[in-house]
């Protein structure tokens, strides 16, 4: 097979893939075909959804990082404490503004001290942690905002929740930022050779930093879906949303090493996962079997991926 | 007349069947709940003379129960004029051996933990042996060393009760259920789902789904996802904290009348039952500060010289709209309620 072959293969692999699942599952299962249930899948992946689009970034740029579950939940603990005492609508920029927060530290990290980011989001993962924990004590934090509530997840518009709609507009707003942008075109370029983008007098250390610190203000907006969906904040909410995110955005075809990815190839990861993950609690299927399926499936998209780009492409 | 052999033999005999009686006597003259662990007024006063310190592990303190657990602990401590060394492992079993280990080095008078791993935490439950000090766990004896005793909530009986009252509400035969869970391959976890299996069994329901996670935003996918798939879903039992709150939300979001019974009533629980609009019929209440209490007394008692049986179960409470106020006294003590905050 020609490696121009092999590509256009990954490129549609994964979009065959879902096309396959989602016709196995509507076979299988009446309740999986059924509108209401493949409407309730948009807003299952919309916390998964920002967390991987915001990743791919990451990832782009030839990084990682590992502290957005904490910081989610750090921001969704802050924002419901914040509307437990009235705060009212401040509850929002206060979220994104912890998100922000941990975010600018991790960038400062790794740009300013140069401490590399595996490292750097380690650390903003303990402290984001630690001030969840000391923030609720261990307690459930419940608030009582409709609006908020409904604002984040769970009021609806044209039919779909407004978690669902939260996630298009990220989608879209970072699709647009990564395809059509020279801010995106440097990121690319940062995750392909980020010494080659520096001595072409790029801002690495800038993009870097703003890259970090977007993702944790994304982090916020997280934080409060979270909380609107439930009613309720833990210090533990969101932790291990990093590993899913990554997942999604590695099935989705971000390469790991950075310069190769695009949000719509994540955004079919995140609609890959939320399908097999409703799919097989639909049908039944206990939780460790559901790990294993998913893990194989990241393994099965890795490797296909590596075959189909082969060693001269970009993977 | 008896010889001497005739007289012999009927003495072996009892001899033998004294011995064979000793390990049911001794399981007998033990101490095998919360309240036969209560020191006297005189024991009392003799532990505050002894100035002792006991070690307090826990695997973590980021859920209610370890936070309550370590507060009854706290708190019946100081009364008894006890030193009480608190630490939290944050599940990491590694952590727990550390913290473990100070302590016998440092020679506490007694060890109460609950385990991030028993099955980890044995060597190090060996040495405390050698030292003579007394250890007392939560949840499953470990695979080595001795322990003076296993506490437990009662997960069988307090899920089977829940149950039942869930299907007692539901009132019809083959009435469909679904279990919503956590995934930890406890014995603790499984005499939970056992004891939902039991009442459901019993009262001729049939058990349709059983879903589990870690975390509480999957287990709101899940059980949304249970409910649409399920026309005919006719209960939800949620066999733990998380899962309560799951349960309730996704069943509120789908508009459908679906009652909920849940393992583990902690505030959103009591805070749903106090709302007066709820779907949830009975909440199983571990008794987290009775426990913290009974395991200051039950090393107390142990230094004292008493035993303790192999195992100790404190009751759970069954929690309802009915009596979430004065459960909540007796699972929480001196806590103020959520709804007078």
């Known amino acids: 097979m020609s490696a121009a072959l092999r590509a256009r293969t990954a490129d549609l692999g994964l979009a065959i893939a879902l096309i396959g699942l989602v016709t196995a599952l509507m076979v299988l299962s009446p309740a999986f075909r059924d509108p209401s249930n493949l409407l309730g899948i948009g807003r299952q992946v919309a916390i998964l959804g920002i967390a991987a689009a915001a990743m791919t970034f990451v990832i782009l740029m030839g990084e990682i990082d590992l502290s957005v579950g904490a910081v989610a939940s750090a921001a969704a603990v802050v924002t419901a404490l914040a509307l437990a005492q009235g705060y009212g609508v401040w509850a929002i920029p206060i979220a994104v503004a912890v998100g922000a927060a941990f975010g600018l530290l991790n960038g400062a990290l790794v740009v300013g001290l140069g401490v590399p980011a595996f490292i750097a989001t380690l650390v903003s993962f303990f402290i984001a942690q630690g001030v969840a924990l000391t923030l609720t004590g261990g307690q459930t934090i419940l608030f009582a905002a409709a609006w908020f509530r409904d604002l984040f997840a769970t009021g609806v518009v044209l039919g779909q929740r407004t978690a669902f709609w939260w996630l298009l507009a990220v989608f879209v707003a970072l699709g647009w930022l990564l395809a059509r942008t020279r801010f995106g075109a440097q990121v690319r370029a940062i995750g392909g050779d980020a010494q080659s983008a520096a001595m072409l007098g790029l801002p690495v250390g800038r993009v870097r930093l703003i890259v970090f610190t977007m993702t944790g203000a994304l982090m916020g907006l997280v934080g409060m879906i979270l909380i609107a969906r439930i009613g309720n904040a833990r210090a533990d909410g969101a932790i291990g949303l990093e590993f899913d995110a990554i997942a999604a955005a590695v099935i989705g075809g971000t390469r790991l090493g950075g310069g190769y990815g695009s949000i719509p190839r994540t955004a079919l990861g995140v609609v890959l996962i939320g399908v097999l993950n409703n799919g097989l609690a639909i049908m039944n299927v206990d939780f460790n079997t559901q790990q294993v399926i998913k893990g194989a499936l990241v393994v099965g998209v890795v490797l296909i991926d590596r075959w189909a780009r082969g060693k001269g492409g970009p993977a | ?341």
């Open chain 2, 1 to 341: 007349m008896l010889t001497g052999k005739t007289m012999r033999l009927p003495g072996a005999i009892a001899v033998l069947a004294l011995g064979a009686a000793m390990p049911a006597l001794a399981q007998e003259a033990c101490l095998g709940t919360a309240e036969d662990l209560h020191l006297s007024d005189e024991q009392t006063a003799e532990i505050g003379e002894r100035g002792l310190t006991f070690g307090f592990l826990t695997n973590n303190i980021s859920d209610d129960f370890s936070r309550t657990l370590v507060s009854g602990g706290e708190a019946h401590a100081e009364a008894l004029g006890i030193e009480l060394i608190v630490n939290n492992a944050d599940f990491d079993a590694n952590t727990q051996l550390s913290q473990f280990d100070a302590l016998v080095q440092r020679g506490v008078d007694g060890i109460f933990l609950t385990a991030v791993d028993a099955g980890s935490i044995g060597q190090a439950v060996r040495r405390a042996n050698r030292d003579d000090i007394p250890v007392f766990i939560v949840g499953g004896a470990p695979s080595r060393g001795e322990v003076v005793s296993v506490m437990n909530a009662a997960s069988y009986q307090g899920s089977f009760d829940a149950t039942a009252a869930l299907m007692e509400h539901i009132g019809e035969e083959n009435a469909q259920i679904a279990i919503l869970g956590i995934p930890f391959a406890l014995q603790t976890i499984r005499d939970r789902e056992m004891g939902v299996l039991s009442a459901v069994g019993a009262a001729g329901g049939q058990m349709i789904s059983m879903q589990s996670d870690f975390s509480q935003d999957r287990l709101l996918e899940l059980a949304q996802n249970v409910i649409q798939a399920n026309p005919d879903l006719a209960g939800i039992v949620a066999t733990w904290s998380l899962a309560v709150n799951a349960a309730t939300e996704a069943v509120r979001q789908s508009g459908r009348d679906i009652p909920i019974a849940g393992y583990d009533a902690e505030v959103p629980g009591y805070m749903e039952l106090h709302s007066g609009d709820t779907n949830i019929i009975a909440l199983s209440g571990q008794q987290a500060a009775l426990q913290g209490r009974a395991a200051i007394d039950g090393l107390a008692q142990v230094v004292l010289g008493a035993t303790l049986c192999d195992e100790i179960i404190t009751p759970n409470l069954l929690v309802t709209a009915d009596n979430y106020a004065e459960m909540w006294e007796i699972q929480y003590p001196g806590v103020t309620p959520p709804w007078e905050d």
